[in-house]
């Protein structure tokens, strides 16, 4: 019999139940839940005059909708207002622990996450957010759920869920010179496509990924939903062990030894079969960028934009329109195209390492001018180290300033919006159409890309201007 992978590990230890030639009834150890896909999941489970059934394996927090500016004040959106007070209303019935607005854990939820030490090796992990895929970097089977979902959740703790398959993708060897993560997962998405792992879950492993800090390997797994997959992980090691040590919830003195001891069983055996499996060198990977209207659409800057000659011809149809709406033409450079804003924050890119990266490039340069910079941390936790490392003084050195936590002009469901026509270098995960607010065109980018876009105005390969 086939060893196990570190998916099946994991997923066969939450099987409750098994319907035949059926989902699985699987058990969630966290549930994560903010005031977006929350409401109407609260209200489901009153009106059947039910509690939360385990309250103490959820935690919440406002992100996608609250203002970056002047949190201390009223929300002035009515309905961003109204979901945030209802979170506190329901988190407050039903005992579930929640970090509102200016608590010092506050932030992004998949930030806060991991920053926390809630977010372990071996658990399954829920959230009505598509980007749950981010804890799967600890090793954790961690995906989106829809609101029917939460209400499932948050009444048994459990979730109907298909098994899917498993494809493993490796990247082996060093990366380049300015190629960070997101370049990684922006290359994968490239070369896979934006349907590429519908069906998977996708464990990644090499020599590169090993490599990659934790901030980065939760970069890699929060896109891996950008090619369709179920969600991505990550097999913990000794830099995971090291990270979740000391932090706020993880385990503490010998309870830390026995959790590391169980940890270490967690990882792929060498005899398990894979459904799908892909090769990548590290070396071939350069500083990416999207031109198009999916995460799938993506170039070296170094390159141009596929020539029409270039494209399937099942997909020429949907490049030429997404070529349109972006204002580009086919074949043309990415590089030197001017950048009207840049936004650094998100679930993908929103960490302290984020931000330090961006505040070691452009310390001792200046913002162009023509470029508006939004630089918004992932949480207050962030903002607090930012503060006390001088990044923010360095960021303010160089023409920019630092908003207050939240998801902000991911998705611009608060008031950071990209005007229509303008166009924004973003590290978050999304560019669809209007994905930053109506008529606004988006190019993903790693924070290094977003911040050599800030300083020359223009797409610059960040690594040109590394010395």
């Known amino acids: 019999m ?20 059926g989902p699985s009834v699987l058990f969630i150890d966290k549930h994560l839940v903010h005031e977006v896909t929350s409401p109407q999941a609260f209200a489901g489970i009153d009106a059947r005059g039910i509690k939360v059934f385990r309250p103490e394996r959820t935690v919440a927090t406002p992100d996608h909708n609250i203002p970056t500016v002047d949190q201390h004040l009223s ?16 988190c407050e019935k039903h005992g579930v622990t929640l970090y509102g607005l200016n608590h010092p854990f506050q932030g992004i939820v998949h930030v806060i996450g991991p920053e926390l030490g809630i977010t372990q090796p071996g658990m399954t992990m ?6 749950t895929s981010t804890h799967g970097a600890f090793g954790s089977v961690a995906f989106g759920i829809g609101t029917s979902e939460v209400e499932m959740v948050l009444a048994t703790q459990c979730i109907l869920q298909p098994k899917p398959k498993r494809m493993r993708i490796n990247v082996e060897g060093e990366l380049g010179k300015g190629v960070s993560a997101k370049d990684i997962i922006l290359y994968i998405i490239a070369k896979i496509s934006a349907s590429g792992g519908t069906g ?5 492993a090499g020599s590169a990924i090993r490599n990659l800090s934790m901030e980065g390997r939760m970069t890699v797994c929060n896109m891996s939903i950008e090619s369709g997959a179920r969600g991505g992980l990550i097999a913990p090691d000794d830099i995971t062990f090291e990270y979740i040590k000391g932090r706020e919830f993880a385990p503490e003195g010998d309870d830390f030894d026995k959790a590391v001891k169980k940890w270490k069983e967690l990882y792929t055996e060498d005899d398990a079969v894979f459904d799908k499996e892909i090769n990548y060198d590290a070396a071939d990977i350069a500083p ?3 031109y198009g209207t999916n995460p799938g659409m993506g170039a070296k800057i170094s390159e141009h934009i596929p020539a029409e000659s270039e494209v399937e011809p099942g997909n020429l149809a949907s490049y030429k329109k997404s070529l349109k709406y972006m204002g580009f033409e086919a074949g043309s450079a990415i590089a030197g195209n001017p950048v009207d804003y840049i936004f650094v924050g998100s679930c993908t890119n929103g960490r302290i390492e984020d931000l330090r990266e961006v505040a070691n490039f452009v310390k001792g340069r200046k913002k162009a001018d023509s470029v508006t910079a939004w630089i918004v941390p992932g949480s207050k936790q962030v903002e607090k180290q930012a503060n006390e490392e ?14 207050q936590p939240g998801c902000s002009a991911c998705l611009a469901m608060n008031d950071d919006k990209i005007p229509a026509g303008k166009l924004a270098v973003a590290t978050s995960n999304r560019n669809f159409e209007g994905r930053q607010g109506p008529g ?16 020359t105005g223009v797409i610059t390969d960040p690594s040109t201007l590394i010395n």
Not at 395 to 401: C, I, M, Y
Not at 440 to 455: D, K, Q, Y
Request: charged share 25%; with cysteine.
């Open 390 to 403: 001088g990044i923010t003084q360095i960021l303010e050195e160089a023409g920019f300033k630092l908003r």
């Open 200 to 204: 998977y879950f996708i464990e990644f």
């Open 288 to 290: 990416m960028i999207t």
């Open 2 to 21: 086939a060893g196990k992978t570190l998916f099946d590990k994991i997923w066969d230890a939450h099987v409750v139940n098994e319907i035949p030639d």
């Open 440 to 455: 606004a065109r988006t190019m993903l980018a790693s924070p290094l890309t977003a911040a050599a876009a800030a300083i």
């Open 75 to 90: 929300i002035k959106d009515e309905l961003s207002r109204f979901q945030v007070n209802k979170l506190t209303e329901n």
């Open 126 to 131: 829920v959230c009505g957010d598509s980007h």
